[in-house]
């Protein structure tokens, strides 16, 4: 039986890098820190709340985690501005520094305004997969970003700049590579990696390398065992928890069904609720690190690792169980031996990383319960059926289908509908708000004339405007429902997972921002309220360029060692341009 290990794909360069790189020969050497990074790599971790890295701190490895909160920058009280906190808003802020609000990714998934059917926020059928089938709703391009990246913003002042995305999901992937950069993403029906035909014709030749070693069908039949000893996990709920619904619900876990002989789709899709799928993306990031020489020469490059598989485990067991505690440890111990390939490759004073996630995660509704907490599921058809039936009645215009869905996080009226019937929208948004408030879990709700005025709506309390600020930071004026909503606390949507995210509350917003560069930023601890929309705009001034266009967060200057561009304009902003923009 194989023990998980902490796997190696890598390969020696195949020529020899600049001066502060490594040698063939896999000696570091050293050089004077450059001016500004010859690479940069953002580490995303799926749904990872920043509560759990103040919980395990104790139980992180000396160069994983500890590399940040022990010698880095890093900021304890950073959250999401926008309310609506799921993964694809989240990969759509980090690189743009941007709220849906400018995005115009306002959820995973959402209507289409004027039809009512379901649009994906990376799908387009003009492009599919490299090698695979592509459904209608995979996700394969930018194009519905509406926004401009960090990566875009280097491309476009020096094309040599590479910028390449990597996840388990394509929008983990696709959102902070941008639209000048290249993704690549997990197949779960292969245990490949592809990319698009948006983003070339076919694979360079290190990605069928690594396809053709089968690094996921390594795994069939290795068990996920602890990392620590028993004793080591009481803070955190142990294993078969009655309400957990994956069949597998405890660990050691063994990877595929016992009564297979290979390796199946299933199995590929397994993995990603395992330590092993992000062990595969840090390895297949190391080799676009080889491959693509990623930190080679004067043209900075950006290196976008999203790793899945937190989310997934979250969802099924929770962010308070054992089996997310122990992913986490994992976690740490493959970061670490990701860090030291980059130090050994790429140089230690020559590339910069920054950390954090695209949310956090609300506690299940059982873990809730059993602390004497409020909290609850919501079934969004029921929700929409009854809404439907008490428009009805209110409006006196018969019955009919008078909203199309839940869009993101906002009811979508049926326009046509409302014109064919002569029902002003305004009335029946009004009308949707004041039903939609007399549910149980719905905390609040704002209409598009709120949203769209220039003030937040007179007479609300200083929490209540603050929550407006971020309801409106996730609403879209082109993309969004007539009426935005927000859930109260420990309350959620659906019935498949154990626990989710999507809130405006801390459980949801507060998530890591970590920085390790000490040629650029100060070490030390941050207590001050920041934004994760301040990530993009930090590393703009640190790379000397100017920030994404829609960018709505600040540089984090408390943190940096040096004035941006050395107190001139930076390259590509006019002079008397500021070097940073504040939220709205």
Known sequence: ??????????????????????SLDGGAKTAAPATRPALVVLIVIDGLPMRQITQFRQQFGPDGFARFLDRGAWFANAHYGHAFTVTAAGHATVLTGAYPWRTGIIGNDWRDPATGELVYNTGDAAESYIGHPTKKLDGTSPRRLKAETLGDVLRGLDPRSKVIGISGKDRGAILPAGHQGQAYMYQSTTGQFASTSYYMKEHPAWVQAFNAAKPAASYFKTEWRPILAEDAYAQSLPDNQAWFTQEKRSLPMRMGRDSDAAPTAPYYADLLRSPFADQMSLDFAYAAVQGEQLGADDA?????????????????????????????????????????????????????IALSADHG????????????????????????GRLNQGLSARLGAG??????????????????????????????????????????????????????????????????????????????????????????????????????????????????????????????????RVEVADLAPTLARVLHVRPPAQAQGRALREALTAPACGGTPCPGVAAGQPSEQGPD
Request: proline share 7%; net charge neutral; aromatic share 8%.
């Open 1 to 22: 039986m194989k023990i998980f290990p902490v796997a190696a794909f890598a390969a020696a360069f195949t020529g020899a890098l600049l001066s502060g790189c490594a």
């Open 399 to 528: 019955e009919g289908k008078w909203l199309h869905g839940l869009s993101g996080a906002t009811l979508l009226l049926n326009k046509a509908l409302l014109a064919e019937k002569g029902v002003p929208v305004e009335r029946a948004a009004e009308l949707a708000r004041e039903l939609l408030l007399t549910e149980p879990g719905l905390l609040t709700a704002f209409t598009r004339a709120e949203l769209l005025a220039a003030e937040p709506p007179p007479g609300l309390t200083a929490a209540n405007t603050a929550l407006y600020r971020a309801m409106r930071h996730a609403w879209h004026p082109d993309v969004s429902g007539e009426v935005q909503y927000a859930l109260k606390p420990g309350w959620m949507f659906g019935g498949g997972a154990v626990a989710t995210h999507g809130s405006p509350h801390a459980e949801d917003t507060h998530v890591p921002l970590l920085f390790y560069g000490p040629a650029w930023l100060k070490p030390g601890m941050q207590n001050a």
């Open 300 to 352: 900075p490059d950006i290196l976008s690792v999203s790793l899945s598989a937190h989310d997934y485990i979250n969802h099924a067991f929770s962010a308070e169980s054992r089996l997310s505690q122990d992913h986490l440890l994992h976690l740490d111990r493959m970061l670490a031996a990701f860090f030291a390939r980059l130090d050994a490759t790429v140089g230690k004073d020559r590339y910069l």
């Open 361 to 384: 995660f609300t506690p299940a509704p059982p873990y809730l319960a059993s602390r004497g907490r409020d909290g609850g599921r919501i079934t969004g058809a029921e929700l929409v």
